[in-house]
């Protein structure tokens, strides 16, 4: 008993941490509560009920399968659902009159026919990629309806009026649904998708401006007390393409908001994204050299120590005014200019040092990390260069 | 209308492309009309219709919901289904009891209380990671059931008899559906995800068999006719995490099947790409040596050719070799040991050679690519290395 006890003490603080991670988590269910709630008076009120009847189950379907976290998700699946509908509705109600045509007992072979031909068909679009991005659960739902319309008629002679019900029922579900999502604190998912970009950004550059003189310190071994979580940031960066790209996709069912307008250029923060992560995997390989089996010695490194660290640190400064000015909305890219051309200032300076030959006496295997971060550093330049110009 | 035919044409030869990529794709667009047909002959024949009435419509909506792709994806969908919309239409039968018993009037009060109760609790469960990943589908069918049976149990009497009908026509089209999927050429997400795995080493065995070859020669430009697909190949590994994930969160759910048993270790396939990804982040900052700024010159790269050309395709050689020890699912990872021994051995070699200093009279700035290609491949092999152990 005390094991089940302190299972449910678990779990009940994890709900809660849950919660504090993110307070919308808790609006939302409430949304949904709501939402059910409301679209099930049908059943309560006499006159509603009167003229749904059992077609109201599709109100509350309805909000159960299209509300989702953000806005764009659920005007979305609204969006699709509706459409679906009406369309699949009406082609099942032509459906089923041709197949009246064709006698009493001919009907239920047209009909099984015409089924098996829509449904195999509409699945197969469903593997374009262009229509299983945005359409996919459009294409479901037009599979459904269709089979559920032209089959039930079948047995019900009055599908036209069915299938206006249904309908009826669908969009004030949708309706519902979608005024609540956006009354109440809704989540717009581009502005996540925005903060997403420009925080990913930002991480880089924390990297950035840290990493030279943890890379430089590295052997002294003094800085382990300093909190090294900015060394780490970036790995989210890695693996963000596909939530990145899903996020495009919802922040476009999205009507203007706040400082966004409609038909935000959502494609331009995949490019940013994209190149940041190019860095990323920069940065990834420079970060393996914190932990390197071959270490260059101290006194070999010192001699490329002040322009590798002015490198590292105003591309890092580049970046984040770069994350700052995305955050803002601002249009100009001019604060991030000046540190770019300290870093390059950097670089030709630290190609210099390089040309003299610093290292002539020391142990070349030595040596060659440090020259590695060195030109590792200069592809780094490079990369913050082509992020400035998409900005 | 000339434009339009040539839309047509265009649509259908994407169509046709689609399905030759794949031509399971087509075998499943027609078991997924096979499998509603199936079920709508529920309207068609009367004796079964009287058993089932408007309830039969449950099995279609089933069907057309839970059929996926993959095995694994149809099963987890499909226990979902089932075991949420049991569990569900049980505690709405329940809660109906409570609330007839507390009277008329505030029968539908205490309905829509612990409508809204519920929703809201299950809505946040779903942002449990756990859950999300297993059972989001389920939680949200709790939803929809227990809403239903216990809203529309306001309205009909014959609840239990209501609940379970619908119940029986679900069962029935997860069956039909189940078995279809599994009976006629069934896509095993499990041996999907095998083969990705297996694709993306050879994939980066691949590039590094090549890389060394290409990189030692790009300055002569002789070797442009040739095919360099391979040196692309890896970049798919890169953004391929979450599929990754997905794939071995599906494939759990399926039962053993050819050469998998049933609990197969996919973290283990997991860990594998993992590691693979690690790989390929080394190669991306190799790649973008093919093409940077400053280049060595040839003569200077010579001295290191030997060492490189042979660390690189013995690692590339290695990982080739671990991918068809996947592929055919061998216990030994012997196969790959002789090459990681060459590839240490032209290591230390590399190391000896780079001691000795072998660039003294060249201009350093431009000995640094090369350096770091080598430091690279020095790294590569202790990435091939925890593969070799992964595996």
Redesign the interface.
């Known amino acids: 008993f005390c094991k089940l006890w302190g299972k449910v003490v678990q779990l009940s603080l994890?709900?809660k941490k849950?919660?504090e991670e993110d307070p919308r988590?808790?609006v939302?269910?409430?949304k949904?509560?709501?939402a059910?709630?409301l679209v099930?008076?049908f059943?309560?009120f006499k006159p509603l009920?009167d003229g749904f009847g059992?077609a109201a189950?599709w109100a509350?379907?309805t909000v159960?399968?299209i509300f989702e976290f953000s806005v764009g998700a659920t005007l979305g699946k609204g969006f699709n659902r509706v459409l679906a509908t009406s369309v699949a509705g009406a082609l099942g109600v032509g459906t089923h009159c041709i197949a009246t045509l064709s006698g009493e007992s001919r009907e239920?072979l047209l009909?099984?026919l015409f089924?098996?031909?829509i449904?195999?068909?509409v699945?197969?679009l469903r593997?374009?990629p262009e229509m299983k991005a945005r359409y996919d659960y459009g294409l479901?739902i037009f599979?459904?309806t269709f089979?559920?319309v032209s089959?039930?008629a079948?047995?019900d002679d009055e599908v036209i009026d069915l299938a206006l019900t249904r309908l009826n029922a669908i969009m004030i579900g949708t309706f519902t649904t979608v005024v609540i999502c956006v009354l109440i604190r809704p989540v717009w998912i581009g502005v996540e998708f925005h903060k997403l970009i420009a925080g990913n950004l930002e991480k880089l550059g924390n990297f950035l401006d840290g990493f030279a003189d943890e890379y430089f310190l590295v052997s002294e071994k003094v800085c382990n007390s300093k909190d090294k979580s900015f060394l780490e940031g970036y790995k989210s960066v890695?693996?963000s393409?596909?939530?990145e790209e899903t996020m495009a996709h919802l922040a476009r069912w999205e009507p203007g908001h706040g400082r966004f307008r409609l038909r935000h250029p959502w494609t331009q923060y995949l490019k940013v994204g994209n190149l940041a992560r190019q860095c990323a995997?920069?940065i990834?390989?420079l970060n393996?050299y914190l932990r390197?089996?071959?270490q260059t010695p101290q006194e070999d490194r010192i001699k490329i120590n002040e322009p590798c660290k002015i490198i590292s640190s105003e591309c890092g400064k580049a970046i984040k005014k770069l994350a700052s000015t995305i955050r803002k909305m601002e249009k100009t890219s001019d604060l991030a200019e000046p540190h770019i051309a300290n870093s390059k200032a950097a670089a030709e300076n630290l190609?210099t040092i390089?040309?003299?030959?610093?290292?002539?006496d020391s142990?070349?295997?030595e040596?060659?990390?440090a020259?590695?971060v060195?030109?590792?550093l200069?592809?780094v330049i490079?990369c913050t260069e082509k992020v400035v110009e998409a900005v």
């Open positions: 994890k709900l849950l919660g988590r808790i939302h269910s409430f949904v509560g709501l059910i709630t099930s008076l059943y309560y009920y059992v189950m509350v379907l159960v399968v239920p009909l099984a089924v098996f031909i449904a195999a068909v699945t197969f593997f374009f479901m599979i459904l089979s559920l089959v039930s079948y047995r890695l693996t393409k596909s939530n995997y920069k990834e390989t393996s390197s089996e071959i190609k390089l040309k003299a030959g610093p290292w002539k142990n070349p295997l040596i060659m990390p020259a590695t060195a030109s590792l200069l592809e490079s």
